[in-house]
């Protein structure tokens, strides 16, 4: 047996036996799922974003929510999670791991990021749901707390250094001990090689001098540059000593990112746009990164998250989880962070103040307190959607920056 399959099946192992532990608990209360029905909720603004929910119905009254998220995606989301209602309605929903190997593997065609943000969105409500069942916080059922707090980076940003530099102050005087923003500039939707780079570096000089040394300073390339732009921005990088630079290759070419791990000692992170165990286990094998960045709602969900975090852990890799969405992927990861030894530090783009997020969910939130947060105490996810406020708030296409080089060529994003 290979070393990387002995890790990967060790991974699997633990995991599954958790749930089983959990599942059997559950056995008693007779739990079928009868519905399953999303929401697609509209942000608000110009070209506001949506989000995709899912909620789960049981004939006990118990209902779990989730989320499947995919900008600019989201009627193509909705529906690809209301296929799986056919399969999962008169099931039991404490069958976690069935549903999850039947979703993925009985379709034949695998992966990529509809596919898998539907079954993700599906395995969060299903541990919603477990979670309630049983009356405990699902990172309970998880193998308990690896730590009493969770390291949390929000993020800034700026049109100017100046700027850049006000606004990640101001975060650090809220109380957070970490941002993260591009820094790489665009000029509308012109991304242009040189210039992006120099006024990048220009941004990230400000930062560090109105932060101090020891403010995580997480750097956000977004996929947007060249490898010659990534090579020579890392490069440049280096003085300013930051936490890490996350997605500065593509994700087709593996080897893209192998010669940039080679070419600088920055701490490198990616993961966002990587699917399930099997996209992460080769670039945990050959460690060439510092931080994986799994998304919960893309990868795979609860515990397959949990899986790749073990996986990371036996490569000694850290896990750093992606999260620009909801409350409810801020929960979901949050639930696996507290339960997992290797965690490192968790993004939100909410700061836990929105009236627009209290408004549409109730029943409990995140507890922030000087940049951590303290463990989820409800029972399951923690929240729970208002169905009427969600329904105020209806879908609205949404349209992505479309970027391009200054002669007019297609540019990454």
């Not at 009236?355 to 729970?384: C, N, S, T």
């Amino acid at each position: 047996m290979r070393r990387r399959d002995f890790f990967t099946g060790a991974a699997l192992c633990g995991a599954d036996a958790l749930l089983a532990q959990a599942r059997e608990k559950a056995k008693p209360l007779h739990l079928k799922i009868t519905d399953l029905k999303t929401f697609i909720v509209n942000r608000g603004g110009t070209n506001g974003v949506n989000y995709v929910f899912v909620k789960i119905y049981t004939n006990q009254g118990i209902t779990g929510l989730g989320e499947g998220s995919v900008t600019s995606k989201e009627a193509t989301m909705a529906v690809a999670i209301e296929e799986h209602k056919r399969y999962l309605v008169g099931l039991d929903p404490a069958d976690i791991e069935m549903h999850w190997q039947a979703m993925y593997r009985w379709p034949r065609w695998r992966g990529g990021p509809i596919l898998n943000s539907a079954i993700s969105a599906v395995e969060i409500a299903l541990w919603d749901i477990l979670g309630q069942a049983l009356g405990q916080p699902i990172w309970k059922l998880l193998g308990g707390k690896a730590r009493e707090r969770v390291q949390m980076y929000v993020h800034a940003g700026g049109n100017s250094p100046q700027a850049y530099a006000q606004s990640w102050l101001q975060a650090k005087q809220e109380g957070w001990t970490g941002c993260k923003a591009a820094f790489i500039t665009t000029q509308g939707d012109v991304i242009d090689p040189v210039r992006s780079v120099n006024e990048g570096i220009a941004n990230l000089k400000a930062v560090r001098a109105a932060v101090g040394d020891d403010f995580r300073i997480c750097i956000d390339l977004h996929g947007k540059t060249t490898p010659t732009m990534a090579a020579d921005f890392c490069r440049r990088a280096e003085e300013f000593r930051p936490y890490f630079v996350e997605e500065a290759t593509q994700i087709e070419d593996i080897e893209e990112l192998a010669r940039l791990r080679a070419s600088t000692r920055i701490p490198l992170a990616t993961g966002e746009r990587l699917f399930t165990k099997y996209g992460f286990a080769p670039i945990c094998q050959r460690h060439l990164v510092d931080y994986v960045q799994p998304d919960v709602v893309h990868c795979g969900g609860i515990l397959e998250m949990k899986k790749i975090a073990t996986i990371a852990e036996a490569f000694r890799i850290e896990l750093a989880p992606h999260n620009p969405q909801s409350e409810v992927s801020t929960l979901a990861s949050l639930h696996v962070d507290f339960s997992t030894p290797n965690f490192a530090i968790q993004e939100i783009t909410h700061r836990g103040n929105e009236q627009y997020w209290k408004d549409l969910f109730y029943g409990g939130g995140i507890h922030y307190e000087k940049g951590f947060a303290l463990p989820p105490d409800r029972p399951g996810l923690g929240v729970d959607l208002d169905e009427k406020v969600a329904a105020q708030r209806p879908y609205k296409p949404h349209t992505r920056q479309q970027l391009r080089f200054p002669d007019g060529g297609i540019a990454d994003h």
